[in-house]
């Protein structure tokens, strides 16, 4: 997720102090994705030195320093809107990464390693479930997380399932030769969240 763009964002709406852009982020992005101000002012700051902001420099002891977003601010946002996000090179997806090594190491069970993370997508999933019964209907932009979330939860389940049969049908050759059977075991760490 950019925060420059979401910053650019809630600028192009109009001039905001940091603090209400950092207030507003959190709001906007349902209470899941809340953003530290100290990251906040250092993108404004970056911002600014690039052009697409520029602020009123409030000197005053106690006054707070006014963004508002520069023609080229809203041109980059503009731009970032309507500009899809990369699909090519296929993203580093850490899961992927894991099945895919874990597949030649000796001693790893993948089919284990599979449930173990099917296992914990499917508790995820249940509680995102939960969350979406409890959240208001009008709270859109939690919705809209929590309905983006459970549908990537659910591809990612579908994945370890066609991953699953995959591996089943053309398992990893064992290094110099070595059967299954007399290679020694290698201990599964605990799936975290």
């Known amino acids: 997720m950019s925060v420059r763009h979401a910053l650019l964002a809630l600028l192009s709406e109009g001039p905001r102090y940091g603090l209400q852009l950092q207030q507003e982020f959190t709001a906007r992005t349902g209470e ?3 953003l530290n101000v100290g990251q906040v002012y250092t993108t404004l700051q970056r911002l600014e030195r690039d052009g697409l902001i520029e602020s009123d420099d409030a000197g005053g002891e106690g006054q707070q320093k006014t963004f508002r977003i520069t023609p080229a601010g809203g041109r980059e946002f503009a731009q970032w809107l309507r500009t899809p996000p990369g699909t090519m090179p296929p993203p580093r997806d850490e899961l992927v990464m894991k099945v ?7 001693g790893v069970d993948v089919h284990e390693l599979i449930q173990a993370h099917r296992r914990h997508l499917v508790e995820t999933m249940q509680r995102y479930t939960r969350l979406k019964e409890d959240t208001p209907e009008d709270d859109v932009a939690l919705g809209l997380v929590v309905d983006a979330e459970l549908f990537r939860f659910e591809a990612t389940t579908r994945w370890l399932d ?7 049908r053309f398992p990893a050759p064992h290094p110099n030769g070595a ?14 969240p």
């Open 162 to 168: 066609a991953a699953e049969a995959r591996l089943a």
């Open 100 to 106: 895919l090594v874990a597949r030649r190491v000796p």
């Open 179 to 192: 059967s299954e059977a007399s290679v020694p075991p290698v201990l599964t760490p605990e799936v975290r």
């Open 32 to 34: 899941v994705w809340p």
